[in-house]
């Protein structure tokens, strides 16, 4: 049988309101052998029981959360907040998966960053205003949301993306504008950019939690390797729920 997937959603105004993902996302789960679903925003009572039937969470990315988050003011202009009720729910949700589950996990840009808050940490609010001498262009000239780039990330020795990867660097697709500054707790750096900004963070003491800056979904089969062990390990968690 194959691992089931909750994935989280984009919510907007309307009226009508909506719940949007890219299809990216979903279809990344499914050519790594997952069966993806959608969690949008729901009560507790919903979430609980249905974090016991999922094998893996995936948080993808979007717009910046509330500093609030993490115990700042806002102090750059070029934050743009999230929809509130999914900024509530995601904050709640990350709490619930990785505070009361073994569940694996992957963050995806945003959801890299909601980890991180999700356990303490903070975050840059704008990568060239805390590093102006920075050459690494982390999203495209014409802003984070408007395009994609690609530069080299360096991913770090003896952690467990150095063994997905089985290299020491990749080129990966890159849109973004914030980083993690301090890790949250239980999570060490395992990836930065030439830069030194916080590329991808994972904890030490669970079989599989990381988060990514980059966009993995953007460039599948670059980034195979990470979605199938991600999948494989939801696969040992349906394994061993039964």
């Known amino acids: 049988m194959k691992p089931v997937i909750g994935i989280n959603v984009d919510m907007s105004d309307g009226p009508p309101r909506k719940a949007t993902i890219q ?20 009560p507790d ?30 102090t750059s202009s070029t934050v743009e907040l999230t929809d509130k009720e999914r900024n509530d729910f995601d904050f709640h949700l990350i709490k619930s998966v990785v505070g009361t ?38 999203s495209t000239e014409a802003g984070w949301k408007n395009g994609w780039n690609k530069h080299v990330v360096r991913i770090l020795p003896d952690t467990k993306l150095s063994r997905i990867y089985g290299n ?29 900004v916080i590329e991808a963070v994972e904890m030490e003491n669970r079989p599989f939690v990381i988060g990514v800056q980059w966009h993995p979904e953007r460039d599948f089969e670059g980034n195979k390797p990470l979605f199938l062990e991600f999948i494989r390990n939801a696969a040992l968690h349906y394994s061993g729920s039964k």
């Open 23 to 42: 299809a990216n996302y979903f279809d990344a789960v499914l050519k790594s052998g997952g069966i993806p679903v959608l969690i949008p925003p729901m």
């Open 168 to 196: 020491k660097s990749v080129a990966v697709p890159t849109s973004h504008h914030q980083s993690v500054k301090a890790t949250g707790r239980g999570l060490i750096v395992a990836a930065r950019a030439e830069d030194d």
């Open 45 to 74: 009572s919903d979430l609980n029981e249905l974090l016991a039937r999922l094998n893996g969470v995936l948080f993808i990315g979007g717009a910046d959360y509330c500093p609030s988050l993490y115990g700042e003011a806002t």
């Open 101 to 138: 589950t073994h569940l694996p996990v992957l963050g995806i840009c945003a959801g890299c960053q909601l980890l991180n808050i999700g356990l303490g940490g903070t975050l840059v609010q704008d990568i060239p205003e805390a590093h102006p001498e920075s050459k690494v262009v982390h």
